[in-house]
């Protein structure tokens, strides 16, 4: 008996050849219930956008403090990733993700009797953020990795498309809920869709190919299943300190920073009340934010096979030039009906929308190897930062200047010095990745 499959029998499982011959590999199906997995954690996601009238009319809280828990929890969406992603490692995906979810649910829920500004930065910003962090696309990275060995940019590009797919799903509901029941019903409705997902979470989702006894899709030898490693918080920090001293992380980093910053922190919070500030109906806003998401999901999966055959760095600098050229256009676009120079805005925009993330994922996995995961759960804090500083200024902008123009012009010049930055990263010799901690 080979050693492969000794270990496959040592841990009470049948050889690979013997369980998978014949059938869709089980990767797929992983894949699968992940995909569906962020969906359902998608709902959250679609409604801060809604909350920023709403909330300001009843509570007359200023745009800037809502802003403020809506900045909070995209911060901490960012920097708990990098720590989820080493707690997965530690505890298994299925248990970190079962409880995020569970989280998300209570803290979405408990905002239907907030009366004061720090409730909402409790329920919101901190329970939301935290719960959401744990769920972000390190989440996908760690799947990616331990599940594929070949069509990792495809399958990255898949994933990442869910969160599209849960905002397609859910904005057009949540915004009619909004309008025609009040903001309470749709964070009652965020709630339940996050707790939905557990069962399938737990049920469905195993933590490591070794698990069912199968190798990672696309490899030649059997994997087995790495052993818990303990230390999580101590794990992603010191991968943190060993990565910064790489040159590439920054670029990376500063790339990701302006991601966020021109998609999470702008358009999807403040374009909703952007558009209504022109007299567009939010119905007929979150309807072209829903459109966003559906050609996100094409442009995202059309970036993983972009991926696997083309160099990720002219990838990203082609993302962030487009990016960067239609957000200058958008403050002429605004206006009370849709027309259509603005659904032509929303197309393009749509394609570009988290088209970044599979080059980015696979420039973790060149440059950092096994701790890639991790590494871009860092790069992905980074994005989460951008967008939150965004989220906050552009609230502040609004208030100060009572439009956002100048947060549209600014974002489409950090756009197009990400560009540069993206041209900047230097390719790793094929074959010399590593681990960021020795």
Known sequence: MTQTAASTVAAGQEPTESRSAGRIHRAWFVAAVTFVTIIGA?????????????????????????????????????????????????????????????????????????????????????LVGLGSGSMALAFAATVTNRWFTERRGLVSGILTAASASGQLIFLPLLSWIVSE?????????????????VPFVWLLLRDHPADVGLKPYGAKEFVPKPAPVPGAARRAVKVLFSAMRTGPFWLLAGTFAICGASTNGL??????PAAHDHGMPITAAASLLAVIGVFDVLGTIASGWFTDRYDSRRLLAVYYAFRGISLLFLPILLAPAVHLPMIFFIVFYGLDWVATVP???????????????????????????????????G?????????????????????????????????RPAGTASAAVA
């Open 42 to 126: 998608a709902a959250f996601r679609s409604l801060p956008g809604l909350l920023i009238d709403p909330l300001h009319q009843e509570f007359d809280w200023s745009r800037g403090t809502i802003a403020s828990a809506v900045s909070i929890n995209l911060a901490l969406y960012g920097l708990t990733a990098p720590f989820a992603a080493a707690l997965m490692d530690r505890f298994g995906i299925r248990r970190v993700v079962a409880v995020a979810l569970t989280v998300i649910a209570v803290g979405a829920g408990t905002t239907v009797w907030m009366t004061s500004p720090w409730q909402l930065m409790l329920c919101w910003g901190l």
């Open 181 to 197: 029941r009040g903001w309470r019903p749709a964070s009652v409705t965020v709630a339940l869709a996050a707790l939905a997902v």
């Open 267 to 272: 358009i999807q919070t403040h374009f909703i």
């Open 359 to 393: 080059p980015t994922m696979a420039l973790c996995r060149e440059h950092y190897g096994d701790d890639s995961a991790i590494v871009f759960g860092w790069v992905l804090a980074s994005h989460q930062v951008g967008a939150a500083l965004v989220a906050f200024f």
């Open 395 to 427: 609230g502040l902008a609004r208030d100060i200047f009572g439009s956002y123009d100048v947060v549209w012009y600014a974002s489409g010049a950090l756009c197009a010095a990400a560009a540069l930055m993206a041209l900047v990263i230097r390719r």
